[in-house]
Structures are given as C-alpha cells and as structure tokens.
C-alpha cells in the first residue's frame, strides 16, 4: 500500500541539528529535480525580498519564510514526520503510533512537496517554505515541473499494491497513475449527511475532510491494513467502522472513487 498525502502549509521550525543531506533521501530518482528546485528556490530567496515573496505567494507578515528558504542549505533538518503539521497531521498523530504502525507509516507514506518531489515520513528536510503551486522564475510551475519526474519514479514506488491518493488537487497534477496502477488507485471524499426535514442531504466536507483523511489513515495503520486493491480498502475501512460508498470506474485503467460519509465533523 503507498497512500499520498499533501505537505502542510505551515510547518515546525527545524530546531537544531545536522542540516539536509539530499544524498539521503527517499526515491533517489528524483535528487536531479530535487537540486534543480532547491538552488533556485535559494537565489530567489536571497535575492530580493519582494520579488520572492510575490513568487511564493506571501505577504509581508511571512516574510521571515523568505530569509527561511535563503538558508535551507544550511538549516537543521527533522524528519518529515515532525516538520509537517496542520489538521491531516493532527489527526494522524505519527508521533503516537506504536512501532508496528510507525513502521508501516514509514513504508506506506509519501508526502508531497512543491520543493522535494515527494518524500518518506522518515526523510530528514528543513523547514522551508514552497508550495505545488508556485511558478518559479526559471522551472516554471512547479506541479507541471516535477509530472516527468514522477512518472519515471512513482511506478515504481507504488509498486504492485494499493495506491490511496488523499492529495490536495494542486498536488495531484505532479502525477496521476496511468494504466494498471490506476486500476489500484482509489481517492476519497468525505461527505457529511445531515437529516433536515426528514430528508438526508449531504454536502463536501472542507475543513474537515483534512481531519477525517488524517484518522481514517491513523486507523489503517493502527490496525496492520494492508489491502492490495480498491475493494479490500473498502472492507478493511468498514471493519473500522467507516460508512464508505464505492463506485468502480468506467474502465479497467482508471481509479476508484470513494466517498466516506460521516454524521459529525470534527
């Protein structure tokens, strides 16, 4: 099983320790790409202020995110499971898994980024500050940027087992499984129903949907689930006690949809 996950927006401060080792990380594949993003995203940032901060997107009041990304070659690296925060991770809470599962998180996880690619939960990175979504002067937008590198790396990875993709859409244009690993892929949406006047309606969850992905994640691994295929998650989701609806694709080669339907958000 590979699940893909979105990076956070806001993450921990590195602390203090031994600064990146880009040699190190996961899915080598990607260290040309990788460098490529990161001595760019530097010049940029130690460059003029503005124009960085007009490139990532920030105002004034994160430009202390700006001089971040200057040192990004000598800041302190933590693993990618203490640097990502926000409500998936909250809700996911790697740091209270016990081993077994923490073990299957550091197989099963990767976690996209505008700046690596994608990484391992147990990958060492700095704090930094750089989303799908930005359009780098000389790479041009990143989500386009990094679609042939994936599609060299990601089979791969994904191996032969499940693929669940809980990313963000920004993050989902890096790399859509084509051909038979799509046929293993299954993404979800959480919908919350409601009865008003006798009548269930349903509506997208927003906010929440980050925190329902983050427990429903947290609750595979807790539980040693490995499925294989869209079908066996399903099963394995409703034996944890998940309302999900699945509807099979049109064609062998394209991913599942499921819906995980809820009656709180919390």
């Known amino acids: 099983m590979l699940v893909l996950l979105p990076p956070s927006e806001g993450k921990a401060a590195g602390g203090s320790g031994a600064p990146l080792d880009a040699g190190s990380l996961s899915l080598p594949g990607l260290a040309g790409a990788r460098a490529a993003v990161l001595d760019e995203l530097v010049e940029l940032c130690a460059g003029d202020e503005l124009k960085a901060r007009e490139v990532l997107g920030i105002g ?5 995110e700006v001089a971040k990304n200057a040192g990004l070659r ?4 933590l693993p ?10 909250d809700a996911l809470d790697l740091a209270g898994l016990d081993a077994p599962a923490r073990a299957l ?3 099963s996880l990767l976690v996209f980024s505008g700046l690596w690619g994608a990484v391992r939960i147990g990958d060492r990175i700095p704090s930094y500050r750089c989303s799908m979504g930005v359009k780098l002067p000389g790479l041009g937008a990143l989500g386009a940027y990094w679609r042939a590198p994936m599609a060299e790396v990601l089979p791969e990875a994904a191996g032969d087992g499940l693929v669940l993709d809980l990313r963000s859409s920004a993050y989902a244009a890096a790399w859509k499984p084509k051909g038979e690993p799509a046929g293993r892929t299954a993404t979800v949406r959480v919908l919350h129903a409601q009865v008003v006047d006798g009548v269930e309606k349903r509506s997208v969850v927003s906010h929440f949907n980050k925190a329902t992905k983050g427990r429903l994640v947290r609750d595979l691994l807790r539980a040693g689930a490995v499925p294989s295929t869209p079908l066996e998650l399903v099963s394995a989701l409703r034996d944890l006690g998940y309302v999900v609806e699945a509807e099979p694709p049109a064609k062998p080669a394209k991913p599942w949809s499921l819906d995980v339907v809820v009656t709180a958000i919390h």
């Open 60 to 64: 004034e009041g994160l430009r202390a």
């Open 74 to 77: 000598t800041a302190a690296a």
């Open 80 to 89: 990618a499971a203490e640097i990502y925060t926000g409500v998936l991770y």
């Open 105 to 107: 998180a550091e197989r």
